[in-house]
């Protein structure tokens, strides 16, 4: 019974840590290259702890992050995301999120990459990943069921590499 204890207790200090590590400041300006320049760590930040945290923790810092993100990836000079039907999960907010996220993470880790193919299947990955998280939380969602079941199939670059 301890060790069960012990388990839940290190879950729940776990999950809770995530919400400690990421601050949007107040002040942030996304004015000009620099500046977009200058926040990525902390876009990258963002994105691994909305993965990480699940949707029912921290609705408002989730709001907060998601707000700071979606700004960000609005006016980045060097990450253009490009949203393709059968791809995006666009009936699930959160899953659509994770989607932006995942392609953003790519093209930053990977010399702002352009490869649109590449991106959409990180992004694509991503989502997948919250979803199955999530899925109790959010519910059931049929664009994220095709896009699983390609991925199970091994087809999910072939399927994305279509869809363009």
Same mark, same amino acid.
């Given at each position: 019974? $301890?060790?069960? *204890?012990?388990l %839940?207790?290190?879950?729940? /200090?776990? *999950?809770? &840590?995530?919400?400690?590590h990421?601050?949007?400041?107040? !002040?942030?300006?996304? #004015?000009?290259?620099? !500046?977009?320049?200058? @926040? #990525?760590?902390?876009?990258?930040?963002? %994105? #691994?702890?909305?993965?990480? @945290?699940?949707?029912? /923790?921290?609705?408002?810092?989730?709001?907060?992050?998601?707000?700071?993100?979606?700004?960000?990836?609005?006016?980045?000079? @060097?990450?253009?995301?490009?949203? /393709?039907?059968?791809?995006?999960?666009? !009936?699930?907010?959160d899953?659509?999120? &994770? +989607?932006?996220?995942?392609? @953003?993470?790519?093209?930053?880790? $990977?010399?702002?990459?352009k490869?649109?193919?590449?991106?959409?299947?990180?992004?694509?990955?991503?989502? %997948?990943? +919250?979803?199955?998280?999530?899925? &109790?939380? %959010?519910?059931? $969602? &049929?664009d994220?069921?095709?896009?699983?079941?390609?991925?199970?199939?091994?087809?999910? #670059?072939?399927?994305?590499?279509?869809?363009?």
């Amino acid at each position: 019974m $301890n060790k069960i *204890t012990m388990l %839940i207790c290190l879950l729940f /200090v776990s *999950t809770s &840590s995530f919400a400690q590590h990421v601050n949007i400041p107040m !002040d942030l300006k996304l #004015e000009n290259a620099e !500046d977009y320049k200058k @926040t #990525e760590q902390l876009v990258l930040n963002s %994105i #691994e702890w909305l993965s990480k @945290t699940p949707v029912s /923790v921290n609705p408002n810092k989730r709001k907060e992050i998601n707000a700071f993100l979606m700004k960000w990836m609005s006016g980045s000079p @060097t990450v253009s995301i490009e949203l /393709v039907a059968g791809i995006v999960p666009l !009936d699930c907010a959160d899953c659509l999120m &994770s +989607f932006l996220s995942g392609w @953003t993470k790519y093209s930053l880790e $990977n010399n702002y990459a352009k490869y649109k193919v590449k991106c959409a299947l990180a992004g694509a990955e991503n989502a %997948i990943e +919250f979803y199955k998280m999530n899925k &109790s939380e %959010i519910g059931k $969602n &049929s664009d994220m069921e095709k896009i699983i079941k390609q991925q199970k199939k091994g087809k999910l #670059e072939k399927y994305i590499k279509s869809k363009f």
